[in-house]
């Protein structure tokens, strides 16, 4: 159930996102209040789950991930069994960053990483298509990031 957010939530929730780096008396400052209520709000945050984790956000291709593709997959069956038994499965594969349960005309998406094309094709065809329980899978490749994921937009919650 989401959370009421008064317009300080909004504004520290939308600061954090920014930079996650943030000392409380910086974040205190940039959002109009004083250290300790700054601090209370954030440690609630923590707390009920809000904030799940701090992370730095990497530059794929610096980092040699040339390949960024979308897979769509359909499986064979449609029970909730085989469906868990295929997101554990994806669950264990490093090059899926991201997997999504879906509705449409595919069962799963997933965001693939992958140094290049051979690589990717190696990985698609000796590990993803050997899954169990894929009945098709049809690959996506993103040629520009136009706008990568860089945080939700806080103000237009609840």
Not at 56 to 81: P, Q, Y
Request: glycine letters at 6%; hydrophobic letters at 45%.
């Amino acid at each position: 159930m989401p959370i009421s957010l008064e317009p300080a939530d909004i504004r520290i929730l939308t600061a954090l996102q920014r930079d996650g780096r943030l000392t409380n008396q910086a974040l205190a400052g940039e959002v109009g209040l004083s250290t300790s209520p700054c601090w209370r709000r954030v440690r609630q945050f923590e707390e009920s789950g809000v904030i799940q984790s701090y992370m730095a956000v990497l530059d794929r291709r610096k980092i040699g991930l040339g390949v960024l593709a979308f897979i769509r997959v359909k499986i064979d069956s449609h029970s909730e069994t085989e469906a868990e038994a295929f997101a554990r499965d994806v669950m264990g594969l490093d090059e899926v960053v991201a997997c999504y349960s879906i509705a449409g005309d595919a069962d799963f998406l997933l965001q693939v990483v992958s140094r290049d094309l051979d690589t990717y094709a190696d990985f698609a065809m000796k590990v993803v298509r050997r899954l169990p329980r894929i009945k098709e899978m049809q690959t996506i490749f993103v040629l520009k990031e136009v706008k990568p994921f860089r945080g939700f937009p806080i103000g237009n919650a609840g």
